[in-house]
């Protein structure tokens, strides 16, 4: 495969192929980590074949009137945890009081280009993590804690929703990293 798109007789396939891919993480029927494994193919990608077998299994779109997790996850006292298969909305709030927050976002199932997480943490912890490729930004203000960042060293892989962390915390660390 070349680096440039004209090199490339795969080229539309491949874009197309992508463009399926990302419907799927859109409309809920991959998650974050689904998506990124598949593209890796996409563009590693010999054969139209190999396309294809990309998105042969892509789970059918499921109609239903449940609404996404909760857009507020409460913490006083106590923990809340989020791994598996869950549903982000685009904007989440975060409160802690001596508790933390626990974020697995590789099986989340996002469905919006961009997620904001907002969090106020009082003598509580926030802590995301995300599969390597996905872009997270991070900023607010932490007094008496840190903010920690450590993403994978990997260029953003393609149609991956950003997320922005934003997070004032008082005796309270928020910190992000990729799925090692």
Do not use: C, H
């Not at 491949?14 to 029927?29: I, P």
């Not at 203000?141 to 922005?164: C, H, M, Q, S, Y």
């Amino acid at each position: 495969m070349s680096d440039l798109p004209g090199d490339d007789p795969l080229y539309p396939l491949r874009r197309e192929t992508q463009a399926r891919l990302e419907a799927a993480v859109g409309e809920g029927r991959l998650t974050l980590d689904e998506f990124t494994e598949r593209v890796g193919v996409v563009w590693s990608a010999n054969t139209s074949a190999e396309l294809e077998v990309v998105t042969r299994d892509l789970p059918v779109p499921v109609v239903s009137g449940a609404a996404p997790s909760s857009s507020v996850l409460l913490a006083v006292f106590g923990d809340v945890k989020r791994r598996g298969r869950w549903s982000l909305r685009p904007r989440t709030w975060v409160w802690t009081l001596f508790g933390d927050v626990r974020l697995d976002l590789g099986s989340a199932l996002i469905s919006d280009r961009e997620v904001e997480i907002n969090a106020v943490l009082l003598f509580g912890d926030l802590k995301v993590t995300v599969p390597a490729g996905v872009e997270v930004e991070v900023n607010g203000l932490a007094l008496f804690g840190d903010r920690e960042l450590d993403l994978a060293a990997v260029p953003r892989a393609p149609g991956t929703p950003r997320i922005r962390v934003r997070a004032f915390a008082l005796f309270g660390d928020v910190k992000v990293r990729s799925r090692s």
